[in-house]
């Protein structure tokens, strides 16, 4: 039933002229992806990922506003400025697990891909501030389209 809907919206969208064909697009691509998984209560569930191209891939699963496939591409100075930010905050200077002390709280896995190094970096509330505000900044991405 879930492919179906997700195929539903893929098809909707490109007729709309509004998705690039995503499914055409490389995991290795991928330079900053963000996963935001399920809690006990209404948590948001849903993947982002910004790929080397310029696009940037929502996929809402449960308690978001949009649900589905939604992509759209930033400009190349958007593109840098993430890059720069992730850069300027070390992310690759932080630790891998930051461990979640309750279990009711959503894991949230986030993954910068810079050259021949990948980085990912797991936890929910408990991580520094930095991190949080890297959150925030790729998820203004989907919020601003």
Do not use: H, W
């Amino acid at each position: 039933m879930t492919r179906i809907i997700l195929l539903f919206s893929i098809l909707f969208l490109a007729a709309c002229g509004g998705l690039k064909d995503v499914s055409k697009f490389k995991k290795e691509d991928i330079v900053f992806s963000l996963k935001k998984g399920a809690c006990f209560g209404k948590c948001s569930v849903y993947n982002l990922d910004v790929y080397k191209n310029g696009y940037v891939v929502f996929e809402g699963i449960a308690n978001v506003e949009k649900y589905g496939i939604y992509a759209r591409k930033i400009t190349k100075q958007e593109f840098q400025n993430i890059k720069m930010n992730f850069d300027k905050e070390n992310f690759y200077g932080f630790d891998d697990n930051y461990p979640i002390a309750m279990s009711d709280l959503p894991t949230i896995t986030m993954t910068y891909n810079k050259e021949n190094m990948t980085k990912t970096v797991q936890g929910s509330i408990n991580r520094p501030q930095q991190i949080l505000n890297l959150q925030k900044n790729l998820e203004q991405l989907i919020k601003s389209n």
